[in-house]
């Protein structure tokens, strides 16, 4: 009869935050695809603006240690942000610079990418880098409020009235580059946990916690996988895995 009440909880919860997580995005196709004159003469891609200037190279250690993730288990073998930001996808990044992105924080997210465990160099995909890049140019054409996702999948609110993502004024933007447009942070993008998120996080504090973080699993399916070239171990990598 509990377990009865608590699924049912569950699933009340759940509908709740699908119908509350779709957003309403005010980003324009403009915003997307339209490159001003000044763009037209960039000659650098977003790795190699941030790599050449001694301002970001927190950032840019980071972004060089981080592999990208498919998901929570599935890192990308030999393949980092350094390689996304330099790919021919365009992106926008957000970049805080080091008055920024402070020694502390910056050993932060370093000691987490020498970790062992694998989880927390997911998280610093999904809690930082994830949290400052986005598909798409998204410059400051016009005055206006936007709502960007985020790579991490987060909501973020990109005033260009007030210039700020998420609140954090910017200081330089419109940084134009072969790959997209940079714009700089005074601050670090605000991580919001969802809900399931912070359960993880704090599962430990309650008893409602531990129950639907327990009740998690992740399964892969082989069959239903669309498998790519072998790693340098020889073992299969998946293109599109399911």
């Not at 942000?81 to 402070?102: H, K, M, R």
């Amino acid at each position: 009869m509990a377990n009865n009440r608590i699924n049912r909880y569950i699933g009340a919860i759940a509908l709740g935050l699908v119908l509350t997580s779709i957003p309403s995005c005010t980003d324009t196709w403009d915003d997307h695809y339209n490159v001003d004159e000044s763009a037209m003469g960039a000659t650098e891609t977003l790795w190699e603006v941030i790599k050449d200037n001694p301002e970001y190279s927190r950032f840019a250690d980071i972004v060089r240690n981080t592999k990208y993730y498919k998901d929570n288990t599935h890192p990308v073998s030999n393949y980092t942000f350094e390689d996304i930001l330099n790919s021919g996808q365009v992106n926008t990044l957000w970049v805080p610079d080091n008055s920024a992105l402070t020694e502390a924080e910056y050993q932060k997210w370093m000691q987490l990418l020498q970790s062992d465990n694998i989880m927390d160099g997911y998280n610093v995909q999904q809690q930082f880098l994830g949290n400052h890049i986005a598909l798409w140019r998204h410059s400051i054409s016009e005055p206006g409020i936007d709502t960007i996702k985020m790579v991490n999948g987060k909501i973020m609110t990109f005033d260009k009235i007030a210039r700020t993502l998420g609140g954090v004024p910017l200081g330089e933007y419109n940084i134009p580059t072969t790959n997209g447009v940079m714009h700089v942070l005074k601050g670090i993008a605000p991580f919001r946990y969802n809900f399931y998120e912070y359960l993880k996080f704090y599962k430990n504090e309650t008893e409602f916690g531990k129950y639907v973080v327990d009740k998690d699993t992740t399964r892969f399916f082989e069959s239903e996988s669309v498998e790519g070239l072998p790693d340098e171990n020889g073992n299969p990598t998946y293109v599109d895995s399911v």
